[in-house]
């Protein structure tokens, strides 16, 4: 049974920072493509930050320069470190796992930045 399982958020400042988890299992984890998605009420969802399984990044326009996406292979996990935060970062935060044609969702962590 595949899961991920997110972890981290909660309410920060804005400037603030936070680091977010998602633990996979069930998967041959370092194979797999890790990214994270985001989605604020009423928007749809949108891809965050992606690392792909030889190590290489890429970033939404919105987010380069601040939020830093990595991966862990030994412990099957994906952070994204999220610093200088925006009000507009509000979401559920959720983590993706994809190979070819097949992709894995977490249950979603909620990420509230507010004064």
């Known amino acids: 049974q595949v899961q991920l399982v997110e972890s981290g958020g909660g309410l920060v400042q804005p400037g603030g920072s936070l680091r977010l988890s998602c633990a996979a299992s069930?998967?041959?984890?370092?194979?797999?493509?890790m990214s994270w998605y985001r989605q604020a009420p009423g928007k749809q969802r949108e891809l965050v930050a992606t690392i792909t399984s030889g190590g290489r990044t890429n970033y939404a326009d919105s987010v380069k320069g601040r939020f830093t996406i990595s991966r862990d292979n030994a412990k099957n996990t994906v952070y994204l470190q999220m610093n200088s935060l925006k009000p507009e970062g509000t979401a559920v935060y959720y983590c993706?796992?994809?190979?070819?044609?097949?992709?894995?969702w977490g249950q979603g962590t909620q990420v509230t930045v507010s004064s």
């Open positions: 993706n796992a994809h190979i070819i044609a097949t992709n894995y």
């Open positions: 069930g998967i041959t984890f370092s194979i797999y493509d």
